[in-house]
């Protein structure tokens, strides 16, 4: 009997709840840079995140959030973050962590993450892995 190849060689697709579908919209097109491929009312918008699909997932309310919903692995997190506060991204800031004064945490491994807010409250980050 052969063992089955699960999902590993497919490619993954990220949903995130949205709400209000317009400022969603142009906060992952036009602040986040995302291309949008789809809008599919009232199911989702549908984003290509350098060929990942992203489904914003259009709902009547926000579900309890649970911490990052979406990442982004990137080269160098300091230039990533300054990038993104000049398109006008806050990042988070978490009193039971040290943070740099970009907002970054250094994990224990020397893993980098910093984390924003989309419109809807949904938790994102940039990371750099050593």
Known sequence: MTQAAGLNQYNIIAFVPIVDVERAKAFYRD???LRLVSEEPPFALEFNANG???RLVMAQKMPAGFGTVVGWQVP???AAVKNL???GVSFERYEHMPQDELGVWTT???AKVAWFKDPDGNV???SQHP
């Open 31 to 33: 602040t986040l840079g």
């Open 52 to 54: 990942i699909m992203l």
């Open 76 to 78: 160098d997190i300091a």
């Open 85 to 87: 506060q000049e398109r």
């Open 108 to 110: 224990p491994t020397g």
């Open 124 to 126: 994102l980050s940039v």
